[in-house]
Protein backbone atom coordinates (compact mmCIF):
# COMPACT_ATOMS: atom_id res chain seq x y z
CA UNK A 1 0.00 0.00 0.00
CA UNK A 2 1.04 3.63 -0.52
CA UNK A 3 2.78 5.14 1.95
CA UNK A 4 0.75 8.03 4.36
CA UNK A 5 2.13 10.67 6.33
CA UNK A 6 0.19 9.78 8.98
CA UNK A 7 -0.84 6.34 10.35
CA UNK A 8 -3.35 6.55 13.54
CA UNK A 9 -3.59 3.30 15.85
CA UNK A 10 -7.09 3.14 17.72
CA UNK A 11 -10.30 4.00 16.11
CA UNK A 12 -11.62 5.35 20.22
CA UNK A 13 -12.77 9.15 20.61
CA UNK A 14 -8.71 9.90 21.22
CA UNK A 15 -8.41 8.17 17.20
CA UNK A 16 -10.61 9.84 15.24
CA UNK A 17 -10.05 13.10 16.31
CA UNK A 18 -5.93 12.86 15.82
CA UNK A 19 -6.86 11.76 12.61
CA UNK A 20 -9.06 14.87 11.68
CA UNK A 21 -6.70 17.37 13.51
CA UNK A 22 -3.98 15.84 11.09
CA UNK A 23 -6.02 15.50 7.62
CA UNK A 24 -7.02 19.16 8.35
CA UNK A 25 -3.02 19.87 8.91
CA UNK A 26 -3.01 18.44 4.97
CA UNK A 27 -1.40 15.57 5.76
CA UNK A 28 -2.68 11.81 4.40
CA UNK A 29 -3.64 9.84 6.98
CA UNK A 30 -5.00 6.35 7.60
CA UNK A 31 -6.80 5.29 10.59
CA UNK A 32 -5.91 1.77 11.54
CA UNK A 33 -9.22 0.71 13.33
CA UNK A 34 -9.71 -2.74 15.21
CA UNK A 35 -13.11 -3.79 17.25
CA UNK A 36 -16.37 -1.30 17.86
CA UNK A 37 -14.13 0.85 20.01
CA UNK A 38 -15.25 2.35 23.05
CA UNK A 39 -18.11 5.05 21.65
CA UNK A 40 -21.07 2.58 22.57
CA UNK A 41 -20.07 2.68 26.68
CA UNK A 42 -18.89 6.30 26.20
CA UNK A 43 -21.63 8.68 26.82
CA UNK A 44 -20.43 10.83 24.42
CA UNK A 45 -20.37 14.15 26.56
CA UNK A 46 -16.75 16.18 27.29
CA UNK A 47 -15.80 15.91 30.47
CA UNK A 48 -12.42 18.04 30.67
CA UNK A 49 -11.88 18.85 34.67
CA UNK A 50 -15.31 17.49 37.20
CA UNK A 51 -13.60 17.44 39.99
CA UNK A 52 -9.66 18.34 41.53
CA UNK A 53 -7.51 15.98 43.85
CA UNK A 54 -9.53 16.68 46.94
CA UNK A 55 -12.63 15.39 44.99
CA UNK A 56 -14.18 18.95 45.53
CA UNK A 57 -16.41 20.01 42.37
CA UNK A 58 -14.18 22.53 39.32
CA UNK A 59 -15.91 25.40 38.55
CA UNK A 60 -13.51 26.59 35.86
CA UNK A 61 -11.96 23.97 34.24
CA UNK A 62 -9.42 26.19 32.47
CA UNK A 63 -8.21 27.62 35.34
CA UNK A 64 -7.86 24.43 37.37
CA UNK A 65 -5.78 22.41 35.18
CA UNK A 66 -2.73 25.16 36.73
CA UNK A 67 -2.94 23.52 39.63
CA UNK A 68 -2.80 20.19 38.84
CA UNK A 69 0.12 18.01 38.70
CA UNK A 70 2.87 18.27 36.42
CA UNK A 71 2.44 14.52 35.50
CA UNK A 72 -0.86 14.89 34.55
CA UNK A 73 -1.56 14.98 30.85
CA UNK A 74 -3.19 18.81 30.80
CA UNK A 75 0.14 19.81 32.34
CA UNK A 76 2.60 18.44 29.09
CA UNK A 77 -0.18 19.12 26.63
CA UNK A 78 -0.62 23.14 27.66
CA UNK A 79 -3.59 25.43 28.02
CA UNK A 80 -3.69 26.67 24.38
CA UNK A 81 -4.19 23.33 23.16
CA UNK A 82 -6.80 22.38 25.14
CA UNK A 83 -8.41 25.83 24.15
CA UNK A 84 -8.04 25.10 20.41
CA UNK A 85 -8.84 21.74 20.45
CA UNK A 86 -12.68 22.58 22.06
CA UNK A 87 -12.58 25.10 19.18
CA UNK A 88 -11.85 22.36 16.83
CA UNK A 89 -14.21 20.14 17.87
CA UNK A 90 -17.17 22.35 18.35
CA UNK A 91 -16.71 23.32 14.26
CA UNK A 92 -16.38 19.97 13.26
CA UNK A 93 -19.34 19.00 14.90
CA UNK A 94 -21.51 21.97 13.96
CA UNK A 95 -20.27 21.07 10.32
CA UNK A 96 -22.04 17.79 10.87
CA UNK A 97 -25.01 19.13 12.11
CA UNK A 98 -24.59 18.33 15.77
CA UNK A 99 -23.22 21.61 17.63
CA UNK A 100 -22.35 21.23 21.03
CA UNK A 101 -22.72 23.59 23.75
CA UNK A 102 -20.45 24.46 26.30
CA UNK A 103 -17.01 26.01 27.06
CA UNK A 104 -13.88 25.35 29.19
CA UNK A 105 -15.39 28.29 31.45
CA UNK A 106 -17.93 26.46 33.49
CA UNK A 107 -19.55 23.03 33.86
CA UNK A 108 -22.19 21.91 32.25
CA UNK A 109 -24.94 19.60 34.05
CA UNK A 110 -26.57 16.41 32.89
CA UNK A 111 -29.07 14.23 34.17
CA UNK A 112 -27.81 10.42 34.48
CA UNK A 113 -30.15 7.99 33.89
CA UNK A 114 -30.94 7.43 37.91
CA UNK A 115 -31.82 11.04 38.09
CA UNK A 116 -28.31 12.79 40.05
CA UNK A 117 -26.61 15.62 38.49
CA UNK A 118 -23.23 15.29 36.37
CA UNK A 119 -21.03 18.17 36.24
CA UNK A 120 -19.45 17.96 32.26
CA UNK A 121 -18.08 20.63 30.16
CA UNK A 122 -19.41 19.72 26.39
CA UNK A 123 -22.59 18.59 25.51
CA UNK A 124 -25.05 18.37 22.66
CA UNK A 125 -27.85 20.43 23.09
CA UNK A 126 -30.55 17.65 23.64
CA UNK A 127 -29.07 16.99 26.71
CA UNK A 128 -28.97 20.55 28.51
CA UNK A 129 -30.47 19.82 32.29
CA UNK A 130 -29.75 23.20 32.98
CA UNK A 131 -33.40 23.91 31.33
CA UNK A 132 -34.78 21.89 34.28
CA UNK A 133 -33.40 23.96 37.13
CA UNK A 134 -36.09 26.98 36.34
CA UNK A 135 -38.96 25.09 35.19
CA UNK A 136 -42.29 25.43 37.09
CA UNK A 137 -42.64 21.61 36.01
CA UNK A 138 -40.95 18.49 34.61
CA UNK A 139 -42.93 15.83 32.88
CA UNK A 140 -40.17 12.33 33.68
CA UNK A 141 -41.12 9.65 30.64
CA UNK A 142 -40.61 6.13 31.09
CA UNK A 143 -41.00 3.99 28.22
CA UNK A 144 -42.62 0.69 28.24
CA UNK A 145 -40.05 -2.32 28.03
CA UNK A 146 -37.33 -0.54 28.31
CA UNK A 147 -34.59 -2.25 30.52
CA UNK A 148 -32.44 -0.27 32.84
CA UNK A 149 -34.49 2.79 32.93
CA UNK A 150 -36.70 3.39 36.36
CA UNK A 151 -38.65 6.09 35.98
CA UNK A 152 -39.46 6.22 39.48
CA UNK A 153 -35.72 5.81 40.79
CA UNK A 154 -34.73 9.14 38.42
CA UNK A 155 -38.27 11.17 39.64
CA UNK A 156 -36.85 10.50 43.88
CA UNK A 157 -33.55 11.27 42.80
CA UNK A 158 -34.09 13.98 41.15
CA UNK A 159 -36.17 15.43 43.56
CA UNK A 160 -33.20 15.53 46.08
CA UNK A 161 -31.53 17.22 43.27
CA UNK A 162 -33.97 19.99 42.31
CA UNK A 163 -36.01 20.73 45.71
CA UNK A 164 -39.43 20.06 46.10
CA UNK A 165 -40.49 23.99 44.48
CA UNK A 166 -41.05 22.50 41.24
CA UNK A 167 -44.29 20.19 39.97
CA UNK A 168 -42.98 16.65 39.53
CA UNK A 169 -44.77 14.63 36.55
CA UNK A 170 -44.56 10.75 35.29
CA UNK A 171 -45.33 9.82 31.96
CA UNK A 172 -44.92 6.89 30.02
CA UNK A 173 -44.94 6.22 26.27
CA UNK A 174 -45.43 2.87 24.35
CA UNK A 175 -43.37 2.05 21.36
CA UNK A 176 -46.03 -1.14 20.65
CA UNK A 177 -42.66 -3.13 19.79
CA UNK A 178 -43.26 -6.37 22.03
CA UNK A 179 -41.96 -10.03 22.41
CA UNK A 180 -38.58 -8.75 24.22
CA UNK A 181 -36.99 -6.30 26.01
CA UNK A 182 -35.49 -2.85 24.51
CA UNK A 183 -32.45 -1.09 24.51
CA UNK A 184 -32.42 2.65 24.24
CA UNK A 185 -30.68 2.43 20.95
CA UNK A 186 -34.31 0.34 19.54
CA UNK A 187 -36.09 2.74 20.59
CA UNK A 188 -33.82 5.83 19.40
CA UNK A 189 -34.25 3.78 16.42
CA UNK A 190 -38.26 4.06 16.45
CA UNK A 191 -37.78 7.51 16.64
CA UNK A 192 -35.92 7.68 13.98
CA UNK A 193 -38.72 6.08 11.69
CA UNK A 194 -41.69 7.96 10.51
CA UNK A 195 -44.47 6.17 11.98
CA UNK A 196 -42.44 5.70 15.37
CA UNK A 197 -41.63 10.19 15.68
CA UNK A 198 -45.86 10.46 14.44
CA UNK A 199 -46.24 8.16 17.36
CA UNK A 200 -44.33 9.73 20.06
CA UNK A 201 -45.34 12.96 19.31
CA UNK A 202 -48.90 11.78 19.95
CA UNK A 203 -48.30 10.28 23.24
CA UNK A 204 -46.17 13.56 24.51
CA UNK A 205 -48.46 16.26 23.11
CA UNK A 206 -50.69 15.91 26.17
CA UNK A 207 -47.71 16.58 28.33
CA UNK A 208 -46.34 19.69 26.70
CA UNK A 209 -46.75 23.13 27.90
CA UNK A 210 -45.93 26.29 28.70
CA UNK A 211 -42.76 26.60 31.82
CA UNK A 212 -42.42 22.01 31.67
CA UNK A 213 -39.52 20.42 30.65
CA UNK A 214 -39.83 16.70 29.25
CA UNK A 215 -37.16 14.56 30.53
CA UNK A 216 -36.91 11.48 28.30
CA UNK A 217 -33.83 8.97 28.36
CA UNK A 218 -31.51 9.19 25.64
CA UNK A 219 -34.07 7.30 22.78
CA UNK A 220 -34.41 11.37 20.79
CA UNK A 221 -32.82 9.69 17.40
CA UNK A 222 -29.77 7.61 16.44
CA UNK A 223 -28.53 9.88 14.20
CA UNK A 224 -27.24 13.24 14.88
CA UNK A 225 -30.01 16.00 16.63
CA UNK A 226 -32.80 16.01 14.32
CA UNK A 227 -35.09 14.11 16.14
CA UNK A 228 -34.52 16.30 18.75
CA UNK A 229 -34.84 19.97 17.11
CA UNK A 230 -38.04 18.67 15.30
CA UNK A 231 -39.89 17.75 18.70
CA UNK A 232 -39.18 20.75 20.80
CA UNK A 233 -40.44 22.71 17.58
CA UNK A 234 -44.03 20.25 17.71
CA UNK A 235 -43.98 20.40 21.36
CA UNK A 236 -43.13 23.46 22.03
CA UNK A 237 -41.39 23.22 24.91
CA UNK A 238 -38.01 22.37 26.20
CA UNK A 239 -36.75 18.43 25.80
CA UNK A 240 -34.16 17.41 27.93
CA UNK A 241 -32.23 13.65 27.03
CA UNK A 242 -30.67 11.44 30.11
CA UNK A 243 -27.57 9.97 29.83
CA UNK A 244 -27.91 5.87 30.33
CA UNK A 245 -26.54 2.54 30.32
CA UNK A 246 -24.61 1.07 27.54
CA UNK A 247 -24.78 1.23 24.74
CA UNK A 248 -24.56 4.60 24.85
CA UNK A 249 -27.14 6.31 21.80
CA UNK A 250 -25.61 9.59 22.05
CA UNK A 251 -21.89 7.63 21.95
CA UNK A 252 -22.95 6.26 18.90
CA UNK A 253 -24.26 9.37 17.50
CA UNK A 254 -20.67 11.27 18.15
CA UNK A 255 -19.12 8.18 16.46
CA UNK A 256 -21.27 8.39 13.36
CA UNK A 257 -20.67 11.89 13.10
CA UNK A 258 -16.82 11.88 13.71
CA UNK A 259 -16.92 9.13 10.89
CA UNK A 260 -18.64 11.10 8.58
CA UNK A 261 -16.21 14.11 8.81
CA UNK A 262 -13.02 11.86 8.55
CA UNK A 263 -14.63 10.43 4.70
CA UNK A 264 -15.03 14.14 4.06
CA UNK A 265 -11.57 14.67 4.33
CA UNK A 266 -10.69 11.49 3.08
CA UNK A 267 -9.31 9.62 5.18
CA UNK A 268 -8.42 6.11 4.67
CA UNK A 269 -10.04 3.76 7.33
CA UNK A 270 -9.03 0.18 7.50
CA UNK A 271 -11.33 -2.07 9.33
CA UNK A 272 -10.34 -4.85 11.55
CA UNK A 273 -6.68 -4.41 11.34
CA UNK A 274 -5.22 -4.65 14.23
CA UNK A 275 -1.65 -3.26 15.04
CA UNK A 276 0.37 -6.72 15.79
CA UNK A 277 4.65 -5.31 15.48
CA UNK A 278 5.84 -2.16 14.88
CA UNK A 279 9.16 -1.95 12.43
CA UNK A 280 12.09 0.50 13.29
CA UNK A 281 15.32 1.86 12.27
CA UNK A 282 17.06 3.28 14.71
CA UNK A 283 14.82 5.02 16.79
CA UNK A 284 12.07 5.63 14.34
CA UNK A 285 9.21 3.39 13.02
CA UNK A 286 8.83 2.73 9.48
CA UNK A 287 5.56 0.44 9.66
CA UNK A 288 3.00 -1.07 11.73
CA UNK A 289 2.05 -4.55 10.30
CA UNK A 290 -1.90 -4.92 11.35
CA UNK A 291 -3.62 -8.07 10.90
CA UNK A 292 -6.58 -8.24 8.44
CA UNK A 293 -8.98 -10.97 7.84
CA UNK A 294 -6.66 -12.87 5.44
CA UNK A 295 -3.06 -11.86 6.47
CA UNK A 296 -0.63 -8.70 7.91
CA UNK A 297 -0.45 -5.88 5.99
CA UNK A 298 2.06 -3.03 6.35
CA UNK A 299 1.24 -0.06 6.91
CA UNK A 300 4.41 2.81 6.29
CA UNK A 301 4.19 6.40 7.02
CA UNK A 302 6.56 9.45 8.84
CA UNK A 303 4.35 9.44 12.03
CA UNK A 304 2.39 7.39 14.19
CA UNK A 305 -0.27 8.58 17.20
CA UNK A 306 -0.88 5.48 19.60
CA UNK A 307 -4.37 5.83 20.29
CA UNK A 308 -5.32 1.70 21.53
CA UNK A 309 -6.37 2.98 25.21
CA UNK A 310 -5.59 1.68 28.56
CA UNK A 311 -6.28 -1.35 30.87
CA UNK A 312 -9.88 -1.57 29.68
CA UNK A 313 -9.57 -1.48 26.11
CA UNK A 314 -6.38 -3.32 26.32
CA UNK A 315 -3.90 -0.64 25.20
CA UNK A 316 -1.99 -1.70 28.15
CA UNK A 317 -1.44 -4.57 29.95
CA UNK A 318 -0.13 -6.58 32.91
CA UNK A 319 0.62 -10.07 33.46
CA UNK A 320 2.00 -9.17 36.86
CA UNK A 321 2.63 -6.81 39.46
CA UNK A 322 5.10 -4.57 37.71
CA UNK A 323 5.12 -6.10 34.17
CA UNK A 324 3.54 -3.53 32.44
CA UNK A 325 3.07 -3.52 28.60
CA UNK A 326 2.50 -1.29 25.87
CA UNK A 327 1.77 -3.59 23.10
CA UNK A 328 2.22 -2.10 19.55
CA UNK A 329 5.82 -0.16 20.31
CA UNK A 330 6.69 -1.58 23.31
CA UNK A 331 7.10 2.11 24.95
CA UNK A 332 8.21 2.53 28.81
CA UNK A 333 4.86 2.21 30.52
CA UNK A 334 5.05 4.27 34.48
CA UNK A 335 2.27 3.34 37.63
CA UNK A 336 2.79 2.03 40.99
CA UNK A 337 3.80 -1.46 41.19
CA UNK A 338 3.27 -1.97 44.86
CA UNK A 339 0.04 -4.60 45.38
CA UNK A 340 -1.72 -2.48 48.07
CA UNK A 341 -1.96 0.83 46.35
CA UNK A 342 -3.09 -0.80 43.03
CA UNK A 343 -6.14 -0.37 43.87
CA UNK A 344 -8.61 1.54 46.70
CA UNK A 345 -11.14 -0.72 48.36
CA UNK A 346 -14.02 0.93 47.32
CA UNK A 347 -14.46 1.68 43.21
CA UNK A 348 -16.15 5.23 43.38
CA UNK A 349 -13.89 6.49 46.44
CA UNK A 350 -12.22 10.30 47.82
CA UNK A 351 -9.19 9.03 46.30
CA UNK A 352 -7.43 8.38 42.71
CA UNK A 353 -7.39 4.21 41.56
CA UNK A 354 -3.67 3.25 41.26
CA UNK A 355 -4.36 1.38 38.74
CA UNK A 356 -6.05 4.14 36.68
CA UNK A 357 -2.97 6.20 36.75
CA UNK A 358 -1.20 3.84 35.10
CA UNK A 359 0.33 4.63 31.21
CA UNK A 360 2.94 5.80 28.38
CA UNK A 361 5.24 7.59 29.97
CA UNK A 362 5.69 10.97 27.93
CA UNK A 363 7.21 14.41 27.88
CA UNK A 364 5.81 17.62 26.58
CA UNK A 365 5.56 16.70 23.25
CA UNK A 366 3.59 13.57 24.24
CA UNK A 367 6.36 11.26 23.01
CA UNK A 368 7.45 8.22 25.43
CA UNK A 369 10.27 9.01 27.22
CA UNK A 370 12.61 6.42 29.66
CA UNK A 371 13.00 7.26 33.37
CA UNK A 372 15.85 9.38 32.23
CA UNK A 373 13.18 11.83 29.76
CA UNK A 374 14.95 10.36 26.76
CA UNK A 375 12.74 10.06 23.70
CA UNK A 376 12.31 6.20 22.44
CA UNK A 377 10.58 6.60 19.35
CA UNK A 378 11.51 10.19 17.89
CA UNK A 379 8.24 9.82 15.36
CA UNK A 380 5.25 8.03 17.80
CA UNK A 381 3.18 10.08 19.75
CA UNK A 382 0.85 8.99 22.38
CA UNK A 383 -2.61 10.41 23.13
CA UNK A 384 -5.60 9.49 25.73
CA UNK A 385 -6.24 6.77 27.84
CA UNK A 386 -2.47 5.27 26.77
CA UNK A 387 -1.48 8.71 29.04
CA UNK A 388 -0.32 7.86 32.31
CA UNK A 389 -0.72 10.37 35.45
CA UNK A 390 -4.29 10.99 35.54
CA UNK A 391 -7.63 9.12 37.09
CA UNK A 392 -10.65 9.65 34.07
CA UNK A 393 -13.25 8.31 35.85
CA UNK A 394 -12.36 10.38 39.19
CA UNK A 395 -11.64 13.61 37.67
CA UNK A 396 -14.18 13.75 34.86
CA UNK A 397 -11.55 14.45 32.35
CA UNK A 398 -11.85 11.15 30.02
CA UNK A 399 -12.76 12.62 26.76
CA UNK A 400 -11.06 15.87 27.21
CA UNK A 401 -7.27 14.71 27.49
CA UNK A 402 -8.60 12.44 24.52
CA UNK A 403 -9.53 15.72 22.87
CA UNK A 404 -6.83 17.96 23.99
CA UNK A 405 -3.94 15.33 23.37
CA UNK A 406 -5.39 14.19 20.04
CA UNK A 407 -4.89 18.07 18.65
CA UNK A 408 -1.38 18.41 20.25
CA UNK A 409 0.02 15.21 19.10
CA UNK A 410 -1.73 15.84 15.38
CA UNK A 411 -0.29 19.32 15.38
CA UNK A 412 3.21 17.72 16.31
Request: glycine residues 12%; proline residues 2%.
Amino acid sequence: MSKSDVVVIGNGFAGLMSALVSADQGKKVTLLSYGAGTFPLNSGVVDVLGYDDAAKLVECPIQAIAGLSEEHPYKKIGATALEDAVDFFKKTVAAEGFPYVGSLKEQQWVITGIGTLKPTCLIPESMQASKCFDANEIVLVGVKGLKDFYVDMLKDNLVKELGNDKKYTVAAIDTYITGRDLTTRDVARWADSEKGYAELVSQLKGYAGEGKVILVPQILGSQGNAVYTKLVKELGCDVVETTGMPPSVNGMRLRDVLLSALKKKGIRVIENAKAEEAITEGNKVTAIMAGGEVRAQKYEADKFILATGGFYSGGITMRDFGEYNEGVFGLPVQGDCVEEKWVNKQLFSDKKQGFAMAGVRVNDSLRGVDESGNVVLENVYVVGRNLSGYDFCFEHSGNGVALASAYKAAKA
